[in-house]
């Protein structure tokens, strides 16, 4: 399983907007972050792969367009908040409801079955509402974005692997986190996808390890985590706070997103290294790092 981050930003995206700051103006490549988002690759039967995009926000056709997207076989949404979802129109491209004359052969180029979206129940209902021209027959000009909503709560099966939403709170909205598990034969291999979030309780902390499989040889290899900036925030985790539930869920390699232009990559680096043995669960990890655009882990060491 194969997990690269198309988006790794704040709402904003660094560069900010008419910012002059010495972030927005960097020249390192891992300063630029666009919105959050990331796409993984599993190896599904008959060494074919399946393709899942987690949220699709307002940068997703750049994004799309930077790393040759393809093909997505689902979406797993975290929230409907803007910056994860706004980009939702641009999935026509993968499957479309073109025109409602049948004879029009676009019809037949875009004519694959519904994008299943998994999310939970607040967030499905938000989509119906604020997207309802997606769930009519009718399309007029370019079309619209074909998908079809489940709303899940409970872990479930796609193709080869096993996919669980973590409930998370971000500030007073719930979110879904998401926990994607393969068998290989080493036991199970999992990467955890933490955003947006200020606090993870206990219960979906023991959910994470039971998924994993920790008691029978699993490992959580990458745990990605909202971590903000520095300074504490009404709705995601500062810097030191990704640390401290990082301590407590654990995972091989830790991997902060959703970063604002207040730390450069450099400067973010700097940090957790100064910061980590604060932490005396987190020395086991093999790695904590912010990660940036483009970037690609595997469950399997390359
Ligand atoms: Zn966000
Ligand atoms: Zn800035
Ligand atoms: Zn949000």
Known sequence: MKLTFLGTGTSHGVPVIACDCAVCKSSDSKDKRTRSSAYIQIDSKDNSHKYILIDVGPDFRTQALRENIRQIDAVLLTHSHADHLHGIDDLRNFSCIMSNKPDNPQNKKYDRPPIPFYTNEGTASDIKHRFNYLFSEKAFGGGHAKISLNPVAKTFTFDTIKITPVPMMHGPLETAGWLLTENTPEGP???????????????????????????????????????????????????????????????????????????????TTAYIEEHRAEFPGLATALSILPAYDGLSISTVAE
């Open 189 to 267: 291999r999992s990467i955890a996808y933490l955003t947006d979030c200020n606090y993870i309780s206990d219960e979906s902390i023991e959910l994470i390890h039971k998924e994993c499989g920790l008691e029978n040889g699993g490992r959580l290899v990458h745990l990605v985590i909202d971590g903000l900036r520095i300074k504490e925030h009404s709705t995601h985790f500062s810097f030191l706070q990704a640390l401290e539930v990082s301590e407590k869920i654990g995972g091989d390699h830790i991997w902060f997103t959703h970063l604002t232009h207040n730390s450069s990559h450099i400067q």
